[in-house]
């Protein structure tokens, strides 16, 4: 029997107070773990931690009545996976639009010469062409500009509606069917890269019809900087271009996560 004027708290009582925001921040968390722009390396992961306790306050009016989960049982382990699942597939999702930009700008900087010009990306921890970068960089400010970290936050807390707190990861990995984002990946990369392939490819064989018209030209003197000057104009031509296959792209990854299933 506890004392006369102390509070006391049951354990029920607990998690029902904590259930509600534990797991929508673990969600969150991941998310920002794995989503371009808020995994930057510059931002200190106190702020990732706080911000993403706030969303999951803030979105407490908007998510349906979550089911109360033990901490103590086994369903808390398999809860934490599938938010844990939920979060970073989102992210991931998200990082594969990304992925697929900087694969056209791969392309295109292997034909106009320059993938030699490639240097260490700390956000994917591998080597990357200065066009790949560019293009990356020019897909990260477009995010930016169709406030696509707020489509990222809404599609989160949307997500709950879809794939609920239950701890069945493996269904909820099913229904994402990541492997369609994934398939899109090399086709939209293309697409992207198509108006610069063909202009160099142009230019190439016309460089070649020339060096056979004119043998005594050193064609690889004149190639180089004919090639780069003509990419470079082609990028800037076909750069207002890029926001349709991104906007695509991303409606694509969110609807994955919030499109009725």
């Given at each position: 029997?506890?004392?006369?004027?102390?509070?006391?708290?049951?354990?029920?009582q607990?998690?029902?107070?904590?259930?509600?925001?534990?797991?929508?921040?673990?969600?969150?968390?991941?998310?920002?773990?794995?989503?371009?722009?808020?995994?930057?390396?510059?931002?200190?992961?106190?702020?990732?931690?706080?911000?993403?306790?706030?969303v999951?306050v803030?979105?407490?009016?908007?998510?349906?009545?979550?089911?109360?989960?033990?901490?103590?049982?086994?369903?808390?382990?398999?809860?934490?996976?599938?938010?844990?699942?939920?979060?970073?597939?989102?992210?991931?999702?998200?990082?594969?639009?990304?992925?697929?930009?900087?694969?056209?700008?791969?392309?295109?900087?292997?034909?106009?010469?320059l993938?030699?010009?490639?240097?260490?990306?700390?956000?994917?921890?591998?080597?990357?062409?200065?066009?790949?970068r560019?293009?990356?960089?020019m897909?990260?400010?477009?995010?930016?500009?169709?406030?696509?970290?707020?489509?990222?936050?809404?599609a989160?807390?949307?997500?709950?509606?879809?794939?609920?707190?239950?701890?069945?990861?493996?269904?909820?990995?099913?229904?994402?069917?990541?492997?369609?984002?994934?398939?899109?990946?090399f086709?939209?990369?293309?697409?992207?890269a198509?108006?610069?392939?063909?202009?160099?490819?142009?230019?190439?064989?016309?460089?070649?019809?020339?060096?056979?018209v004119?043998p005594?030209?050193?064609?690889?003197?004149?190639?180089?900087?004919?090639?780069?000057?003509?990419?470079?104009?082609?990028?800037?031509?076909?750069l207002?271009?890029?926001?349709?296959?991104?906007?695509?792209?991303?409606?694509?990854?969110?609807?994955?996560f919030?499109?009725?299933?």
């Open positions: 029997m506890a004392a006369p004027g102390l509070i006391t708290f049951s354990e029920a607990l998690v029902g107070w904590l259930s509600p925001i534990l797991w929508p921040f673990l969600r969150v968390l991941a998310l920002f773990t794995a989503a371009p722009l808020f995994s930057i390396r510059a931002i200190p992961a106190r702020t990732k931690v706080g911000l993403a306790f706030f999951a803030c979105a407490q009016p908007m998510l349906a009545e979550q089911p109360m989960v033990m901490f103590n049982g086994p369903a808390a382990l398999e809860t934490v996976l599938q938010q844990l699942g939920v979060g970073l597939a989102l992210g991931f999702a998200v990082r594969l639009v990304f992925a697929s930009v900087e694969l056209a700008g791969e392309v295109i900087g292997l034909q106009m010469g993938n030699f010009a490639s240097f260490f990306d700390p956000t994917s921890n591998a080597q990357i062409s200065a066009v790949g560019f293009y990356g960089q897909a990260l400010l477009l995010f930016v500009v169709i406030n696509g970290h707020l489509l990222l936050i809404m989160v807390v949307d997500s709950f509606s879809h794939f609920p707190v239950n701890g069945n990861f493996l269904q909820s990995l099913g229904q994402m069917k990541l492997h369609q984002l994934g398939s899109s990946l086709s939209s990369a293309l697409w992207i198509l108006p610069l392939m063909a202009l160099l490819l142009f230019v190439n064989l016309t460089m070649g019809v020339i060096s056979r004119a005594q030209m050193n064609i690889y003197a004149v190639g180089f900087p004919v090639t780069l000057t003509v990419g470079l104009l082609g990028i800037m031509a076909t207002p271009m890029l926001e349709h296959p991104v906007l695509t792209l991303m409606q694509q990854a969110i609807d994955l919030s499109a009725q299933k």
